[in-house]
Structure formats: structure tokens, C-alpha cells
């Protein structure tokens, strides 16, 4: 069983800074990618940031230049740097992994959520 907890939510000025923290836990053979998503009141969930196995980044054009992702492989640990926060940054924020198992397949898992409010 893998498991993935988010940490590091919470109501922020704008123009202000978090750092969202996801960490994978379990039976894991290898973990492939892993990600931000979000979700506002009433629309979907999107991308946020990806980063691969191999260090490659991918951002949403809404976030470049003010979020920043990073891995710490050997915690099995993903993080969101958010700075210059917007009230349209306002969401909760999922945290996504592929990860390959003791069965030895890949598949997607999901964090909980926390939530990110940015006042104006």
C-alpha cells in the first residue's frame, strides 16, 4: 500500500509565500513522476507542476516564475515553493505520484489535499 500526505497549506497575504510538502510512503519499488495539482470552488483540477524521474520540470503558464517544484529522491519527497501568491491561487492542492509497487506497476496515487487561500 502506498500513501501520499501533503503538508504545508494555509491562508496567506498576497504577495506572500508557502511551501507545500508531499511525502510518499509504502511499498515502493520506484517512483516515476510526481506533481501539483489544484482545484478551485467550481472548476477543475489542473496542473500545476510535474517533475520526472529524470529532473525534468513542467509548469502551468500561470505559475512559471513564481512557483518552483522540487524532489528530495532519497525522502521520497516532493515540494511546492509558492511565492508572489495570487487571491486566483486560492485552491486545494493535490499532490499526484506515479509510482511502480511491490507488484511491480505503475499507477497513479493521490494526496488528501490542503488548502491554499490567498487573501487580497
Known amino acids: 500500500q502506498v500513501q501520499l500526505v501533503e503538508s504545508g497549506g494555509g491562508l496567506v497575504q498576497a504577495g506572500g509565500s508557502l511551501r507545500l510538502s508531499c511525502a510518499a510512503s509504502?511499498?515502493?519499488?520506484?517512483?516515476?513522476?510526481m506533481g501539483w495539482y489544484r482545484q478551485a470552488p467550481g472548476k477543475s483540477r489542473e496542473l500545476v507542476a510535474t517533475?520526472?524521474?529524470?529532473?525534468?520540470?513542467n509548469y502551468a503558464d500561470s505559475v512559471k516564475g513564481r512557483f518552483t517544484i522540487s524532489r528530495d529522491n532519497a525522502k521520497n519527497t516532493v515540494y511546492l515553493q509558492m511565492n508572489s501568491l495570487k487571491p486566483e491561487d486560492t485552491a486545494v492542492y493535490y499532490c499526484?505520484?506515479?509510482?511502480?509497487?511491490?507488484?511491480?506497476?505503475?499507477?497513479?496515487?493521490w494526496g488528501q489535499g490542503t488548502q491554499v487561500t490567498v487573501s487580497s
Open positions: 499526484n505520484a506515479n509510482i511502480v509497487g511491490s507488484n511491480f506497476f505503475p499507477r497513479d496515487y
Open positions: 509504502g511499498s515502493i519499488f520506484r517512483i516515476n513522476s
Open positions: 517533475s520526472t524521474s529524470a529532473g525534468s520540470t
